[in-house]
């Protein structure tokens, strides 16, 4: 198998890979619904809803928010700040962590970690190291990583002179800039497939020099694993997936919007809304 090309390096990256691990994470990332709604059970609705009425009123609105949720429309944001920690509690055990975690550079040089939860499409989003500024996304990704990657990227990709033992490279770059160039939000994704491309050492460190760095990490765990970065070059992101090994066993490059991998789908929102809808109606009513 081929090494990988790290597209993202830094503290950020250091942070996705703890993310994916489980050895660091949000503090809010940990508890399946279903063990919350087991150890709850005994509370009565009613004194719930006195109890926890932010925290009640906020998956109120997430539910209707998913229920009425498309892959293209626009998210939906619910802060977390007016929560006292008993109904942080509350929402950590609902939600749980889904199976997406990722690291987000912002301009200031702090970051945002977010997590999907283990209902499709909501999100768990935390700016910097402040309780305070933690959200509930709804949405296909948050809002926050299409930003990034349009805001914190180049529009140009400038192609220079080939080490010495670089084969292939040029054409390949000169690929991605036509296609990057050219494309727009509702076009179909361009993949290059670099695992089927006759690519030496030399013209993968050359690719990873000129794309640079980007300002998104995501790791998807599921039934394998999957890597998705953006690049310093707006509208292309690497995409690489992983067999039980941590080896590579398919490194591509997408040029296009987030790719289609990480997102939430129409199908995913309407699961989670009848999901949701078993929660509320276990928990509050």
Not at 36 to 56: F, I, Q, S, V
Not at 88 to 117: C, N, T
Not at 264 to 283: C, G, L, N, V
Request: aromatic share 6%; net charge negative; glycine share 10%.
């Amino acid at each position: 198998m081929k090494p990988a090309i790290p597209v993202v390096s830094g503290g950020a990256d250091r942070a996705t890979s703890d993310l994916a691990t489980g050895s660091a994470s949000l503090d809010v990332f940990h508890t399946d619904p279903m063990s919350a709604l087991a150890g709850c059970a005994w509370r009565d609705a009613h004194e719930r809803g006195r109890n926890y009425p932010n925290a009640t009123l906020l998956v109120a609105n997430a539910a209707a928010a998913v229920r009425g949720q498309g892959s293209g429309a626009r998210t939906q944001l619910y802060g977390l700040a007016h929560l006292n920690d008993d109904e942080r509690k509350l929402i950590d055990e609902l939600l749980g962590a889904g199976e997406v975690a990722g690291v987000v550079a912002l301009p200031d040089g702090s970051s945002a970690q977010i997590r999907e939860s283990v209902l499709a499409g909501i999100w768990r989003l935390r700016i910097g190291t402040e309780p305070a500024h933690e959200y509930v996304e709804v949405g296909s990704i948050p809002q926050i990583v299409r930003r990034a990657a349009t805001d914190l990227t180049s529009a140009d990709l400038v192609i220079g002179l080939p080490p010495n033992g670089a084969m292939n490279v040029q054409p390949v770059l000169a690929e991605i800039r036509e296609r990057a160039r050219v494309w727009r939000l509702g076009m179909h994704a361009h993949v290059i497939n670099l695992t089927s491309l006759p690519m030496s050492i030399m013209d993968l460190a050359f690719l990873q020099q000129s794309l640079g760095n980007g300002p998104v990490q995501l790791m998807l765990r599921g039934y394998g694993a999957c890597r998705v970065r953006a690049t310093g070059i707006r509208n292309v992101w690497c995409v690489q997936f992983f067999n039980s090994t941590d080896d590579i066993i398919l490194d591509t490059l997408e040029v296009g919007g987030v790719p289609i991998v990480a997102l939430a789908a129409d199908e995913d929102f309407q699961d989670s809304a009848e999901r949701m809808q078993e929660i509320i109606e276990a928990y509050f009513t």
